[in-house]
């Protein structure tokens, strides 16, 4: 709604309340108005302190471990307890079951999609490094490419490792999925 004030028209109901008019002079120099806050705000705060904030939401996480899911159950033989977890999410056991399959087909294909664009970043760092020049500032860019593709392979034996453990109906850690007599590739 159009409100005419002072000669002026504007779109705020209540009049020009949140509307402020800036000079060009100080529009032009906004954004250097931290040189004139006090030393106090030049350190940033706000940043150390969600930095320790984070820091301490760690250790908490490393010291009690990752709380497990409540509405995940086990049975004592450390099989799914399909029929608890159906009960507990309000659905049937079909419909549990039918929800696992499609989460096993889901993570196999995260997983083989995450291997290949692993596959291809590092194909594609190998052939940069290779025919780049060997200077400084280029080798210290190619070894900080390579957590970025570490981590697409990290993110396919996570769902590799999930699938599996979808498989077998139970859960299992990182080494018995590396030991297994199964076919190690997420079906």
């Known amino acids: 709604m159009m409100i005419e004030r002072d000669g002026r028209k504007s779109n705020n109901a209540a009049g020009s309340t ?3 008019r800036r000079s060009p002079l100080r529009r032009m120099f ?6 004139s806050a006090g030393p106090v705000d030049w350190t940033g705060r706000r940043g150390i302190s969600r930095g320790a904030s984070f820091i301490r939401d760690l250790v908490v996480a490393l010291r009690f471990g990752s709380q497990r899911d409540p509405w995940f159950r086990t049975s004592e033989g450390g099989g799914f307890d399909v029929e608890a977890m159906a009960f507990l999410h309000g659905i049937s056991v079909f419909e549990l079951q039918r929800r696992l399959v499609v989460r ?3 993570t196999a294909r ?4 995450t291997f290949a664009l692993g596959c291809i970043f590092l194909t594609a760092w190998v052939c940069e490094a290779l025919s780049s020049p060997w200077t400084a500032g280029r080798i210290i860019l190619a070894l900080e490419f390579l957590p970025f593709c570490a981590l697409f392979f990290l993110l396919a034996f996570y769902n590799g490792l999930l699938n599996f453990q979808l498989r077998i109906g139970r859960a299992a850690s990182w080494r018995e999925y590396l ?3 199964e076919p190690f590739c997420p079906r």
């Open 110 to 113: 995260i997983a083989y999609a």
């Open 104 to 106: 096993r087909r889901q």
């Open 179 to 181: 030991a297994t007599r």
């Open 18 to 20: 949140g509307e402020k």
């Open 30 to 35: 906004r954004g250097i108005g931290w040189l």
